[in-house]
């Protein structure tokens, strides 16, 4: 601007438009590389959560039948059904059916775990020649494809406490990566 006294040139100082533009571009990239970062964080532990319920859920189910085994007696390996009373060594791959059956410690009678259709079940014989049926776990959530389990020193004259090994594989629904889940199981009061 001039004024006329002085003859002399002012300028003002402020943004130009140019400037402007550049720095409502600038922080604009900034808040939408901000929003996507945590919109992906979100996801993330929304997809983290729902497979820990899920793990979880197995846990349970794993720490119920090492619990139930720990109390048990007269293991058998891959019973066809209600065999109850006979002991037997063994091991393998179950895929589909029983992949083991034992004497219950409170009296409830003859617990028989399987596999069927990608789900865990247990089945209870009592006494009374009843039976009750449960499904374990939800092949909705998990799908387990195998059970691997080794059953070692049921014999009674064996002086060796009784254990079983047991791996679970599976996989979540629509995935193709497996996960694994194991343990060693001795019966508590011992065989002979």
Same mark, same amino acid.
Do not use: C, D, F
């Given at each position: 601007m001039l004024f006329m006294g002085k003859q002399k040139l002012i300028k003002r100082r402020g943004f130009t438009l140019v400037e402007m533009m550049v720095s409502v571009a600038v922080f604009a990239l900034v808040v939408t590389t901000g929003i996507t970062a945590l @919109?992906? !964080?979100m996801k993330s532990n929304q #997809? =983290?959560? *729902? *497979?820990? *319920? @899920?793990v979880d859920a197995l846990d349970y189910v794993l720490e119920n039948l090492t619990r139930e085994l720990r109390l048990g007696k007269n293991y058998y390996f891959a019973p066809q059904g209600n065999e109850s009373g006979n002991t037997q060594d063994g091991e393998g791959v179950i895929s589909n059916g029983a992949f083991i059956g034992f004497d219950s410690s409170d009296e409830r009678g003859y617990m028989l775990y #399987?596999?069927?259709?990608?789900? =865990?079940?247990?089945k209870i014989y009592n006494s009374g020649g009843d039976s009750l049926t449960e499904e374990l776990t939800n092949a909705?959530? =998990?799908? !387990?494809?195998? !059970?691997r389990i080794r059953v070692m020193n049921t014999g009674s004259d064996d002086m060796k406490q009784p254990l079983v090994w047991l791996q679970i594989v599976g996989k979540y629904p629509n995935e193709t990566k497996e996960f694994v889940v194991q343990t060693l199981v001795s019966q508590r009061e011992l065989d002979v």
């Open positions: @919109v992906t !964080v #997809y =983290i959560e *729902k *497979k820990k *319920k @899920v #399987y596999l069927e259709n990608g789900r =865990i079940m247990r909705t959530q =998990i799908t !387990v494809e195998q !059970v």
